[in-house]
T-cell receptor, first 113, second 110 residues
Framework: NAGVMQNPRHLVRRRGQEARLRCSPM?????VYWYRQLPEEGLKFMVYLQKENIIDESGMPKERFSAEFPKEGPSILRIQQVVRGDSAAYFC???????????FGSGTRLTVV | SQQGEEDPQALSIQEGENATMNCSYK?????LQWYRQNSGRGLVHLIL?????REKHSGRLRVTLDTSKKSSSLLITASRAADTASYFC??????????FGQGTELSVKP
């Protein structure tokens, strides 16, 4: 069981470019969550998805950010027209749902230059 | 605002000592979870305690939960240098939306 796989581990983008972050959940997990962590801070919830459905996107910025979890393939977090403030570590987690714990991936560290 | 707030923000102890971290939260919860994060790495799930449980053990970890005070504590006994990490509590007030605190940075000196 490979756990939650995120790629890339590190991503550098210039301002205005697009960033695409991928997350493959653990086998058997149908719930995917994305969190963002700024330096020296805790994790901030962004979005919760199940296959082909966005369940809760209350933590997603209204513009430039989108997420999907298609029937086949990984979950994708997409950031359009990146700005320096988007630089952060983005973590994906998967679970079987409440009351189980989450399994986190190693994260994607996005740097916008 | 964050649901979980850890205290202290930073803790430095000697190997062999016990480390206690506290977490307070605001709303009713289904469960509370503790995670560890080594520098530059992802989070590792340590322990989950349900709202109807008061205490739980896992190896050198002991977690307590007081729902009347909306607080939890994580005790690491006989700490080791390898326990050096940031520790986060996370509350599950609604399904699918774990809310994390700011974390306690633990440093265990050999």
């Amino acid at each position: 069981n490979a756990g939650v796989m995120q790629n890339p581990r590190h991503l550098v983008r210039r301002r205005g470019q697009e960033a695409r972050l991928r997350c493959s959940p653990m086998k058997g997990h149908s719930h995917v969550y994305w969190y963002r962590q700024l330096p020296e801070e805790g994790l901030k919830f962004m979005v919760y998805l199940q296959k082909e459905n966005i369940i809760d996107e209350s933590g997603m910025p209204k513009e430039r950010f989108s997420a999907e979890f298609p029937k086949e393939g990984p979950s994708i977090l997409r950031i359009q027209q990146v700005v320096r403030g988007d630089s952060a570590a983005y973590f994906c987690a998967s679970s079987q749902g409440t009351p189980y714990g989450y399994t986190f991936g190693s994260g994607t560290r996005l740097t916008v230059v | 605002s964050q649901q979980g707030e850890e205290d202290p923000q930073a803790l430095s102890i000697q190997e062999g000592e016990n480390a206690t971290m506290n977490c307070s939260y605001k709303t009713s919860i289904n469960n509370l979870q503790w995670y560890r994060q080594n520098s530059g790495r992802g989070l590792v799930h340590l322990i989950l305690i349900r709202s109807n449980e008061r205490e739980k053990h896992s190896g050198r970890l002991r977690v307590t939960l007081d729902t009347s005070k909306k607080s939890s504590s994580l005790l690491i006994t006989a700490s080791r240098a390898a326990d050096t990490a940031s520790y986060f509590c996370a509350t599950d007030p609604l399904e699918g939306k774990l809310i994390f605190g700011q974390g306690t940075e633990l440093s265990v000196k050999p």
